[in-house]
T-cell receptor, first 110, second 112 residues
Framework: RKEVEQDPGPFNVPEGATVAFNCTYS??????FFWYRQDCRKEPKLLMS???SGNEDGRFTAQLNRASQYISLLIRDSKLSDSATYLC???????????FGPGTRLSVLP | DVKVTQSSRYLVKRTGEKVFLECVQD?????MFWYRQDPGLGLRLIYF???????EKGDIPEGYSVSREKKERFSLILESASTNQTSMYLC???????????FGQGTRLTVV
């Protein structure tokens, strides 16, 4: 089993749609959780960190369920510019490596 | 603003050459990482360094070595480049505690 798993995708949605991404992780000692966005042929960039209480940034909402080892990302009112690959990332305790999920590609269609 | 800079965006090398990929960060981060990214395989860790002169193997270290003589610089070395090392190479840095990784712009290496 991979350490971090995501929906295989791709997701093709119309503008204005709400889309949800799911992620599970296998290492219960993981301490930090993130969603990154990667545009085609570019480097990954942080979209948002994910906290136990859940957090929201404009149209984006992230949730963490430590008991189920599950992370989610919700995008509301999708824009064409949201088209990208979304990477779920977890990190262990002090100074440990970041583990990346395989990513889920999103295409928002006009 | 954190800046992670990789020495080349695109590189073409011949089979058997020794290849150096350089990465520099300007935020005094302790941790630095080298990943490669291939279609369908995602980002895979080659090596990471948690301090100067300290390094740990990642998931796919074979055929690679690294050097970290100064805190801001982390070099990836392909001892004898092979065609199966054609890939996108991404360098990242982070502080030790619970903050995100910051990536360089990537080096697309082609070995012919």
């Amino acid at each position: 089993r991979k350490e971090v798993e995501q929906d295989p995708g791709p997701f093709n949605v119309p503008e204005g749609a709400t889309v949800a991404f799911n992620c599970t992780y296998s290492n219960s000692a993981s301490q930090s959780f993130f969603w990154y966005r990667q545009d085609c042929r570019k480097e990954p960039k942080l979209l948002m960190s994910v906290y136990s209480s859940g957090n929201e940034d404009g149209r984006f909402t992230a949730q963490l369920n430590r008991a189920s080892q599950y992370i989610s990302l919700l995008i509301r009112d999708s824009k064409l510019s949201d088209s990208a690959t979304y990477l779920c990332v977890v990190r262990g305790a002090y100074g440990q490596n970041f583990v990346f999920g395989p990513g889920t590609r999103l295409s928002v269609l006009p | 603003d954190v800046k992670v800079t990789q020495s080349s965006r695109y590189l073409v090398k011949r089979t058997g050459e020794k290849v150096f990929l350089e990465c520099v960060q300007d935020m005094d981060h302790e941790n630095m990482f080298w990943y490669r990214q291939d279609p369908g395989l995602g980002l895979r860790l080659i090596y990471f360094s948690y301090d100067v002169k300290m390094k740990e193997k990642g998931d796919i270290p074979e055929g690679y070595s690294v050097s970290r003589e100064k805190k801001e610089r982390f070099s990836l070395i392909l001892e004898s480049a092979s065609t199966n090392q054609t890939s996108m190479y991404l360098c990242a840095s982070s502080p030790v505690f619970n903050t995100e990784a910051f990536f360089g712009q990537g080096t697309r290496l082609t070995v012919v």
